[in-house]
């Protein structure tokens, strides 16, 4: 049974999302203001957070950035009533891996939550992929180089996969945002950027003179073996 934490305010809110998510057979976890969210996460064993930007203490932008500055990986879902652009950009470029624009449908958000953890599951895939000294592991979602673990966020391992599996193919930001983010409509951000920078840290021989996550000026980017 997988594991969520959700982190809300809004009582009623809070208790709609529990009983939903329990009647899919989740087990949840609460927090009710950004603090407690945030410790919850560090701490305890979850497969996927539920998480308002609107928190007392902490808001949901930190929380995010901070989950991801301490290597938690784990799929981030946020939970937003702002309708600008903006705010959705800034949660993505925090590290979270989807948002739901608040009123939500019950539908779409359990939908969501699936996909999310259908992926960092890796129930999408059973092929493995070596690169240099890096070896890919699509069933496990693992990453090692040089045979030593790497640890990846869900979003940058779905970004990885997708450059695997297009490799030589110029992708561009906008194919990128919406095979691997799942837009319809992608707003302009650099969010897209920042993951590929990420996967260079991490698997570059030398992340300024790349050798395998290509930039292509003004379109994308290509992965070469």
Known sequence: MPRLLVVEDDP??????VDLLEREEFEVLTARDGAAGLKSGLK??????VLDVLLPKID????CRRLRADNVTIPILMLTAKTQEADKVMGLERG????VTKPFGVAELVARVKALLRRSTGSDGVETFAFSDTQVDFATRRVKRSG??????ARQFD???????NRGRVITREELLRRVWGYDDPPI???VDAHVAALRNRLEARPARPKHFLGVRSVGYRFQE
Do not use: C, N, P, S
């Open 96 to 99: 979270a891996d989807d948002y």
């Open 159 to 165: 970004l990885l996969h997708y450059l695997i599996r």
């Open 44 to 49: 305890d064993e979850i497969d996927l957070i």
């Open 12 to 17: 009623a809110i809070l208790t709609g999302l």
């Open 189 to 191: 951000t650099r969010t």
């Open 148 to 153: 030593r673990e790497v640890t990846l966020t």
């Open 60 to 63: 949901g932008f930190e929380v």
